[in-house]
């Protein structure tokens, strides 16, 4: 199989993989300026809120016309609004599929309707929508290596620690589908390590919070958490304080983002890893566009980097934190 390109945050780097033929896409042409839309899924965490004002700042600074839309936590008010913005005819169309079914028919409806679409940090499920024929190009973050980079330092600084207790993102969502995946299959080959429970908290701090008082009444040898987003682990940390534990050392909280408070937490003690999931898409994002309606070919998926925060350098990576 062959490795998805690269990319660094701010600049795109040669791409190395194989491109698509395109043939189907619609054309962007080259202009000025653009109306483009952007439909975020939710906005109730600090990574919505850094991806929303990175693309905000960056069509600010650009001088193209967002037309921005949240869909507030519904799958069915994101394909609404998708279908608003082909109504509204926006030159492309930047999406961040809240679940990776529901979204495919949308996706669809905007390449008949020749406006492109680039899915940014969320991805479809392939079978139902493909890059090069019904979008452009997926740009984010490979998940499943995030669930892998997470296990791996399970594994190697567990300290005797082994009953797991994973709290899931969003269901049908990518980055719960592959977060859980990376981290599962690493588990899976190290027999002494347990996943004892696993459940949605919905990428939300008061689920997560809610879900995890519950699995740790039902697991008492849980003595470790893996939240598939810093929003559920702040939560699980206010959960194990409830029940009288000490978050980073009778359990510990792992976790996928790098939100600053999540980062202070890592400082603190009471989390003890975290993944960072890179929520700055703006500047790859309208390169990508600029790039495609200049004839460019991308390859089915533009991976961004993501860096890594433990006890040893989260002091010195606090300040780059979102
Ligand atoms: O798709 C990325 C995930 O979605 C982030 O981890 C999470 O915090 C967000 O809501």
């Known amino acids: 199989m062959k490795k998805p390109a690269t990319i660094g945050m701010l600049a795109l780097a040669l791409v190395t993989g194989s491109v698509l033929a395109q043939t189907m896409l619609p054309k962007l042409a080259v202009k000025k300026t653009y109306k483009v839309g952007f439909a975020q899924t939710e906005s109730n965490n600090p990574w919505r809120l850094a991806e929303t004002k990175s693309m905000q700042d960056e069509a600010k600074k650009l001088g193209y016309q967002l037309v921005y839309t949240d869909a507030a936590g519904s799958t069915a008010k994101q394909v609404a609004d998708v279908r608003s913005m082909i109504a509204q005819k926006v030159d492309a169309i930047f999406l961040p599929p809240r679940e990776d079914k529901p979204l495919a028919p949308v996706v669809a409806e905007a390449r008949k309707a020749g406006i492109p679409v ?97 699995l740790l009444q039902a697991h008492p040898e849980a003595n470790v958490i893996y939240a598939h987003n810093d ?17 980073g050392k009778d359990v510990l909280v792992l976790s996928i983002d790098g939100g600053k ?62």
Do not use: C
């Open 118 to 214: 680039i899915l940014i940090d969320r991805n479809i499920d392939p079978k139902l929508s493909k890059a090069g024929t019904d979008y452009v190009t997926f740009i984010g973050s490979n998940f499943i290596m995030q669930g892998q980079r997470v296990a791996d330092w399970l594994v190697k600084n567990a300290g005797g620690k082994t009953n797991i207790i994973e709290l899931e993102g969003t269901t049908g969502s990518s980055p719960a589908n592959d977060r859980k995946k990376g981290f599962d299959d690493v588990i899976a080959k190290n027999p002494k390590f347990k996943i004892v429970a696993s459940q949605t908290g919905d990428f939300s701090r008061d689920k997560g919070r809610q879900v995890a008082e519950t």
């Open 231 to 247: 929003e559920m682990a702040i939560g699980a940390v206010s959960a194990l304080q409830a029940a009288g534990k000490t978050p």
């Open 261 to 322: 408070e999540a980062v202070q937490m890592v400082v603190d003690g009471k989390i003890n890893y975290v993944v960072e999931s890179n929520p700055r898409f703006g500047p790859v994002a309208f390169k990508t566009l600029q790039d495609y309606a200049a004839g460019k070919k991308f390859p089915a998926k533009v991976v961004l980097s993501d860096r890594d925060y433990n006890p040893e350098n989260a002091k010195e990576g606090l300040p780059g934190a979102y």
